[in-house]
């Protein structure tokens, strides 16, 4: 079975520039989860997307960070414009849909890794 | 302010000794997991505690959630090399109605020939 997929691995920008990274999700997942993981910190939750629909984006920055998943298969984390805070790794993760309160299993992609210089 | 709050953030130690980390916080968690980190991937979960009091052993991997489920522990008995790298804990807050973790800073883990 393949793993999530994101492109891509590595990239460098300028402060001020636009990025945006790609996310394929594990087939049949319904649920997808975009974090941020700043150097020596575990990861945060941007996002959790439920099929097509936001389950919730409470700590995504929304003045600069958008996301969004057409047709509840492939997604996209966009950053404009970014800033120098931004350089970390950005991980997708996928599940399954289970009922609360079972805690579902979360499937993570190797990550991209952003640095803002 | 770290909801969940991993100790030590460093450990390095030889091949073959033991040691613990710690996952510790003042709320209650319906759930906590634990995911191990190598440089360059994702994390890959190793297990998932949800009743407090429980024990589960994988390998030489011992995982316990604490009986008022605020806190865990990983233990690894007879490191080897290849435990090398960045263990993290991971819970779900209780009453969370879906999924969502919150992970702690994470430990990183340095077992040396």
């Known amino acids: 079975e393949a793993g999530v997929a994101q492109s891509p691995r590595y990239k460098i920008i300028e402060k001020r520039q636009s990025v945006a990274f790609w996310c394929n999700p594990i087939s049949g997942h319904a649920t997808l989860y975009w974090y941020q993981q700043i150097l020596g910190q575990g990861p945060k939750l941007l996002i959790q997307f439920q099929n097509n629909g936001v389950v919730d984006d409470s700590q995504l920055p929304k003045d600069r960070f958008s996301a969004e998943r057409l047709k509840g298969v492939d997604s996209t984390l966009k950053i404009q414009p970014a800033k120098l805070e931004d350089s970390a790794v950005y991980l997708c993760?996928?599940?399954?849909?289970?009922?609360?309160?079972?805690?579902?299993?979360?499937?993570f992609g190797p990550g991209t890794r952003l640095l803002v210089l | 302010t770290q909801l969940l709050e991993q100790s030590p953030q460093f450990l390095s130690i030889q091949e073959g000794e033991n040691l613990t980390v710690y996952c510790n916080s003042s709320s209650v968690f319906s759930s906590l997991q634990w995911y191990r980190q190598e440089p360059g991937e994702g994390p890959v979960l190793l297990v998932t505690v949800v009743t407090g009091g429980e024990v589960k052993k994988l390998k030489r991997l011992t995982f316990q959630f604490g009986d008022a489920r605020k806190d865990s522990s990983l233990h690894i008995t007879a490191a080897q090399p290849g435990d090398t790298g960045l263990y993290l804990c991971a819970g779900v807050l209780g009453g969370t109605s879906y999924g969502k973790l919150t992970f702690g800073q994470g430990t990183i883990l340095t077992v040396h020939p």
């Open positions: 993760a996928s599940s399954l849909q289970v009922p609360w309160p079972y805690q579902e299993t979360q499937y």
